[in-house]
């Protein structure tokens, strides 16, 4: 006892000893407030659409008659829809699938060769991924719209996927390339001296190494093709051709909302994007970094 | 000619593995922005431009203008490049920062240790999930007129309800306010991540020399972070400056000019009205330089170890 009061140090020590990365109760509490703020500002409008998808027409206006009459008919109107929701849906995803496959197929050696092969040239195909990526789409716009109007695929899949391909060609190169260079070429190296063509050790060794570099590349091309909206907008004349992104403002226009049938078709979609995308996301940023830090 | 020869023989396995990209960049993006610079010279519009009706064909009748598209806007005859500009840059700094602030704060909670962490990162991952078309009409739902819950809302605290969507400065709020709820997420993961990559021994020494936890953010963490930083705000101000998405579909359609930003005005300049394909392209032309100058100092600077220790 005298022992412990010769050294008043000791005494506060109880106090003070946390083990690192414990909080004071206080702390604690700051902690678990500023979480739940945070989190209940991401997820609230999340939750509020999800609710009024089960308001009838004028729930909007008065939401508390929503816990009393929840109504699920905004789903059947959606569904039943004759050029609608389902047909956006369908047309969303061709073009989606079509430019992610395009994309990756074709970008997948420009890829390789980069990552494993030094040729003139080199450096300004690097450069012109890296600048592509940075166009404004009101550059490419108007002579597209020309051009596919010329061409008469205007309001065609072809003319949109086509498109796409401005945007998801470079960007699937600069993402591949970065994670080609992330398996080692001693692999190559390996399959080149058993007797592999350059070809062969790239088709044969490295894409299966690369699945998972695939996989997250094709995954975001395709975030990008079924969530663009600016070029959907202009070549997708006809409801019958709509995407996703170009239907939905059809039920919220500037004179009408039908916020039911809008709530109803946004929360189909995020179910579904949203399932997929938990799948994925851990992938997702150290892919594109990889890609975009060399 | 031989060297030339020579050259091939050795790559020919590079250039046929890069062919098709060349092919289909040099077709679909070389060829349209020859064509979008072309029509930047001349005064190209919806009337005068060649078009096909029905089985006719007319020709285009547009002139080669010269520099005089870019004179009109530069000079500030036009009159909505430079606000129009300014608000741009506005735009890209706050979000890009807000994005930042948000994103970094968020990263260092999530990187301690605490009960429910996962249950908070899901939370908190949520709206990336969410296609940003989708959220952009849910908060227009949010922040709808007198009915919004958002007024609503501030009524409750007795608040006036804000025009956040129609009075051109709440407009402007508006925007900002749904790109970061957007934004966020992506820069929350990408430095948790950079986060998760610093070695704990790190921390463990510093602290062994006394350093404080501000000392230890300042010392150790920021600058672990600084390449991963460096190119999640150089991406976010390039996807900031050039989005489209949000603005167009919360405020753009109904918007007058003070609250577009260059890419959306120059999309409104082709495809309302009179199209005018001229001043779009010139628009277009000005903003790509802007990103290609900004993106080549960025990297400049950031390549010069003198600025090592301030950036």
Known sequence: MTMVLDRPVAVEAPVKLRKRGERSRLGSIAYHSVMIVASAAAIFPVLWVIFMSFGDADAWANPSEIFTHP????????????????????????????????????????GYALSRMRFPGHRPLMWTFLVTQMFPVAILIVPLYNILSSLHLLNSYAGLVLTYCTISVPFCAWMLKGYFDTIPVEIDEAGRIDGCTPFGAFWRLVVPLARPGLAVTAFYTFLTAWGEVAYATQFMATPDKYTLAVGLQTYVGQFKAEWGAMTAASVMISAFAATVFFLVQKHLVSGLTAGAAK | ??????????????????????????????????RGLWFSLTDANESNIGRTIGPNHIPSTYDFVGLDNYWHILSGAEGHFYPVLGWTVTWTLVCVALHYGFGLGLALLLNQRARFRTGYRIM????????PFVSVFAWRLLLNGQEGIVNKALGGLGLPAVAWLSDPTWQKVSVILVNTWIGVPFMMVALLGGLQSIPAELYEAAEMDGASAWHRFRYVTVPSLRPISNTVILLGCIWTFNQFAIIFLLVGQAAGASSQ????????????????????ATYGALILSLLLVFAVVYKRRLGSPAKEGTA
């Open chain 1, 71 to 110: 109504v699920t008919s905004n789903y059947g109107n959606v569904l039943k829809q004759h050029d609608g929701f389902l047909t956006w849906l369908g047309n969303s995803l061709i073009v989606a699938i079509c430019t992610t496959l395009i994309g990756v197929l074709i970008a997948a050696t420009a």
């Open chain 2, 1 to 34: 000619m031989t060297r030339l020869r020579r050259g091939f023989d050795r790559h020919w396995y590079a250039y046929a593995m890069v062919a098709p990209v060349v092919l289909v960049l040099a077709l679909l993006v070389l060829y349209p922005l020859a």
């Open chain 2, 124 to 131: 908190l991952i949520l709206p990336w999930a969410v296609p």
């Open chain 2, 261 to 280: 930003i260059l890419v959306t005005y120059a999309y409104q300049l082709a495809f309302s009205g009179v199209r005018d394909y001229s001043g779009s």
